[in-house]
């Protein structure tokens, strides 16, 4: 069991390797000093700025010292300033190497692609914000939230647009195993039910950018009333993550997206199913029953699986089948 009063370590989903050096500073963002984070800051503006100054030129541009250059390396999980310069060099030549379009990044959808094409690019952009989103996933921090969620005596969820969306769909899929949860897309609601929550409450914000207001609010409320809260979002550095006493992490290359949102709910979806696995993890019995219990209410409203007459036939074989009742 976790001990919420211990520093947790991030655990990976995805093998270490699999992680980007801007990927690690997104994850270990939070747990950096103001220091560190000018050092952060800089790379995520200026990410193959290593490549060609040394760490005393680093530190100088960044307002820090080698110490802390070197510090924030090991945080990120580096031995020194040289091994996180190879892994700069090693992801600028995985992105040089890949081709414009068919590329883990790619370009933006154009009228005149063929539909393969478009295929392919959304599913490589899917892929690739899944798979980023796992690599940085703090186990520990997601067992402690889901804890957190199982004891709790209320649970709000906010979100607004389509992030409201993902907030009904968390709100269903607790709902159904005894979590005592609603979900707000309503600022006025929102503040109505959060300013009631109390020590014992949780509550989830879920905004992309991290900036958007009414959920800012919410989850500000939330926490002044003593709930714990929890941000889901793609920006740590963002407002909704100033007031979260834990952050869930997304991964979504924002230069491809039209409309911003193509990756955004698949990785939203993807966390959020990951949190509700793990709350039912908490209390499985429960959980277990109360799924039995519900799908057994429905069931009689399904409409009961038919077969098939006969096999559905295609290619030769149905010419074959044909022409054997043609003789007939």
């Known amino acids: 069991m976790t001990d919420p009063s211990r520093p947790l370590v991030a655990e990976s989903l995805v093998p270490e390797p699999s992680l980007s050096v801007v990927n690690r500073i997104q994850a270990k963002l939070p747990e950096m000093s103001s220091v560190m984070a000018k050092v952060a800051k800089y790379l995520m503006e200026n990410r193959q700025a290593p490549l060609d ?57 154009g009228p005149d692609d063929a539909p393969a094409d478009v295929v392919s690019t959304l599913l490589n952009a899917h892929a690739r914000s899944l ?34 969306i993902m907030a009904a769909e968390l709100k269903l899929r607790l709902y159904r195993i005894g979590i005592n949860c ?65 952050i869930i992490i997304t991964s979504v290359y924002e230069q491809f997206m039209q409309p911003d949102d193509l990756s ?37 409203h399904r409409h009961p699986v038919r077969m098939p007459r006969r096999p559905y036939v295609v290619g030769p074989a149905a010419e074959t089948a044909s022409r054997a009742r043609g003789r007939a």
Not at 76 to 81: A, F, I, P
Not at 184 to 206: C, E, K, M, R, Y
Not at 269 to 295: C, G, K, M, N, R
Request: glycine share 8%.
């Open 131 to 164: 798979r980023e989103t796992a690599a940085v996933l703090n186990l520990g921090e997601l067992k402690n939230m889901a804890r957190r969620i199982a004891r709790s005596s209320h649970l709000d969820i906010y979100g607004v647009g389509g992030s409201g």
């Open 182 to 246: 609603h979900y707000w897309t309503d600022v006025h609601a929102g503040l109505a039910s959060a300013a009631i929550l109390n020590p014992q409450g949780v509550a989830i914000g879920i905004s992309n950018s991290g900036r958007t207001r009414e959920i800012v609010e919410m989850l500000q409320v939330a926490r002044a009333q003593g709930a714990f809260t929890i941000a889901i979002t793609n920006n740590v550095g963002s407002p909704l993550a100033e007031v979260a006493d834990q």
């Open 53 to 109: 100054l040394n760490i005393v030129e680093l530190a100088k541009i960044t307002g820090t010292s080698a110490a802390t250059v070197t510090r924030f390396c090991r945080l990120l999980g580096y031995t020194g300033y040289a091994p996180m310069r190879v892994a700069i060099a090693a992801d600028a030549a995985r992105a040089d190497s890949r081709d414009s379009w068919m590329a883990d990044i790619p370009r933006p959808f």
């Open 264 to 300: 955004v709910k698949h990785v939203q979806l993807f966390v959020l199913d990951v949190l509700y696995l793990l709350t039912s993890q908490e209390i499985f019995p429960q959980a277990s029953t109360y799924l039995a219990d519900s799908s057994m209410a429905t069931s009689p």
